[in-house]
């Protein structure tokens, strides 16, 4: 039985602006918004804390791709629950896989939790994605995917979610190449006006 095919959701269409000259025009006042304040968990040494280091680079300097959510801390998806938490995501470097190929994968990466696959990639891949806590940037087991496409963990900061919370498997990130794996989920702000946001 075929698979429906799914309609593709262009980053175009969810965000057509460019980054730098709205950062560079942004009030003063308004920039603190940028901001992720650090756990304090996240200070002992949590790899996530190099996507804080790296933020103003991937706003000034960095591209968007889309990321597909792989697994997340449940308390995301609750509105009553004012935790930022970390989430691990599957995206393309080159920004050319679609969004549907990427939740694809992603549900793949996710169905690997709680297995003992005989291939070693995809035994390490499973490994990883139990733990919950490795935090390992890596390329996708070539058996689900023969693209360029890299799973990492991302933290998720509130202010920067629809509404809040985590309500969708997609999101428009900045990615650049001096730092594989330290992305950084574009704000909800910048995209408040697409219809992925509404």
Known sequence: MSKEP?????????????????????????LAYLQI???????????????????????????LVWAAIVQANKFLF?????????????????????????????????????????????RRYAEHVTDEQERHIQRVPSALSALPLITTGIFLWRPHLPNGKLSMNIIPILVHDDC?????MLPARFWEGSYLYQ
Not at 37 to 62: A, C, F, R, T
Not at 180 to 184: F, L
């Open 180 to 184: 594989e794996g330290i992305v950084t």
């Open 37 to 63: 304040v650090p756990p304090s968990w996240m200070l002992n040494n949590d790899p996530l804390i190099e996507q804080i280091n790296h933020l103003g680079k991937l706003y000034s300097e960095g591209r």
């Open 6 to 30: 799914q309609e593709e959701i262009k980053l175009s269409q969810v965000l057509n602006i460019n980054l730098a000259e709205t950062l560079a025009h942004m009030p003063e006042k308004e």
């Open 78 to 122: 609750d509105e009553d629950k004012a935790f930022s938490c970390p989430a691990g995501i599957v995206y393309d470097p080159t920004g050319r896989t679609p969004s549907y190929q990427l939740t694809d994968v992603a549900s793949q990466l996710y169905a690997l939790k709680h297995t003992t696959p005989d291939d070693p990639e995809l």
